[in-house]
């Protein structure tokens, strides 16, 4: 083990670990749903998203604070790896919360008359998080020294920028589900909120001053 892949677990990703278990752990004994599944759903959807939103805050607030840029930063890096394994884990648990074991029916309508395909509040939000999920999957299995390597910096940055389409997504993918799906208390509102407005802000603010 590298000097600097032991700095990084140390500081990263014990941290990291331990604040998603715990954030996952209260959001789950605090629920009120009855099953595991929807439990689970919820616990990983949060932190996933707060997490996400982090990668792409550091970078900008790093360029507002005239830090020296850097293609690859570890802290940004680690959060994004987390970021990935809970929302893939959120994607896949929440395939079997609302039509329990039938996930094609997140897609397609079971008795349809104009189109099989959902195009409804729910199809919609399920398709976006679905494309979210498989983004993510491609991001966290590149967020490694190894694929910046082989694929050089210039090609492994332009992978890595889909973060911006994932969270786009994930950002419709939750506004849906607080919108017209499920009945969320206004502190999870405001958290998704928060999350999409500073990712926003901060992006554009930073754009703005390279510009």
């Known amino acids: 083990m590298t000097p600097r892949l032991a700095s990084r677990l140390l500081r990263h990703h014990l941290p990291l670990a331990l604040g ?3 954030c996952a752990f209260v959001l789950y004994v605090t629920r009120p749903y ?27 607030w790093r360029a507002l604070q005239r830090k020296s840029y850097a293609l690859s930063v570890d802290l940004r890096r680690d959060i994004g ?5 809970v929302g893939v884990l959120h994607a896949g648990i929440g395939q ?23 195009y409804d ?4 939000s399920n398709y ?17 020294d190894l ?19 994932c969270f786009t997504l994930a950002a419709f993918h939750t506004l849906g ?19 999409i407005a500073a990712t926003a802000i901060l992006q554009t603010l930073a754009w703005r001053q390279r510009a």
């Open 96 to 118: 079997c919360v609302h039509m329990r074991w039938r996930p094609w029916l997140y897609y397609v309508y079971e008795k349809w008359q104009v189109m099989p395909v959902r």
């Open 147 to 165: 694929s910046l390597r082989r694929l050089g910096l210039a090609r492994w940055k332009g992978w890595q920028r889909w973060n911006y389409a």
């Open 177 to 195: 589900y607080l919108v017209g799906i499920e009945e969320i208390k206004p502190a999870f509102i405001a958290v998704a909120a928060i999350c």
């Open 34 to 60: 009855p099953d595991v599944l929807t439990r689970l759903s919820f616990a990983t959807a949060w932190p996933a998203l707060v997490l996400l939103a982090a990668t792409l805050i550091i970078g900008p």
């Open 81 to 85: 790896i987390w970021a990935g394994m």
């Open 128 to 144: 976006t998080g679905l494309i979210a999920a498989l983004v993510l999957l491609v991001l966290l299995a590149t967020s490694n």
């Open 20 to 22: 998603t278990v715990v």
């Open 121 to 124: 509040v729910f199809g919609l």
